[in-house]
Structure formats: C-alpha cells, structure tokens
C-alpha cells in the first residue's frame, strides 16, 4: 500500500509562484517515477511533468520554462515549484508514483488525492 500526501495548492494571481509537495510513504522498495498530472474542468487529465530515478525530467509543452519538477529520494518526496503562473494553469494537480515492489517484483502505479489550484486574472 502506497500513500501520497499532497500540500501547496492555493489561490494565486496570475504572474505569481507556488510550490506543490508530495510525500510518499508505505510498503515499497523504491522509488522508479515520480510527477505531477493536472486536470482542469472540462478536459482531460494531462501530464504536467516527471522525473525518474536517475534525475531526468519530462514536462508538458505549455509549462517548459515556468515550471521546475525536482526530488527528495531521502524524504520520498516530489516537489513541483510553478512560476509565471496563467489562468490556463487553474486544475487539480494530482502526485503520481511508480513504485518498485520487491515481493512482486513489480511496480504499481498510485495516485495522490489531488490538490487545487487556481490563478485569478
């Protein structure tokens, strides 16, 4: 069982910053993935960004440049740090985790609870 616990999501006026956090914890053996999806109303959910174990990082077109996807492995914790924010970010940001469970010998994919946020114009 895998937990992912969310925080930093908020109102913020357009041009403005704010930093996701998510922190995994439960029975697994390691981290391979982590990242961020958003869904805003209407649409689909979509990558935001993630970033494996080795460091390397993918984002959605619409935030390269503005937005920063980086890891704690000590903390298993994912960050998303958002700058330039528009009111085409407004969504519910939801963490992703693709874990390695060594019982299994397999990964499992898990899902945080998601997280709002909103930019104002």
């Known amino acids: 069982q895998v937990q992912l616990v969310e925080s930093g999501g908020g109102l913020v006026q357009a041009g403005g910053s704010l930093r996701l956090s998510c922190a995994a914890s439960?029975?697994?053996?390691?981290?391979?993935?982590m990242g961020w999806f958003r869904q805003a109303p209407g649409n689909e959910r979509e990558l935001v960004a993630t970033?494996?174990?080795?460091?390397?990082?993918n984002y959605a077109d619409s935030v390269k440049g503005r937005f920063t996807i980086s890891r704690d492995n000590a903390k298993k914790t994912v960050y998303l740090q958002m700058r330039s924010l528009k009111p085409d970010d407004t969504a519910v940001y939801y963490c992703?985790?693709?874990?390695?469970?060594?019982?299994?010998?397999?990964?499992?994919?898990?899902w945080g609870q998601g997280t709002q946020v909103t930019i104002s114009s």
């Open positions: 992703y985790c693709n874990v390695f469970v060594s019982l299994w010998g397999s990964t499992t994919n898990h």
């Open positions: 970033i494996n174990s080795g460091g390397t990082t």
């Open positions: 439960g029975r697994f053996s390691s981290i391979n993935v």
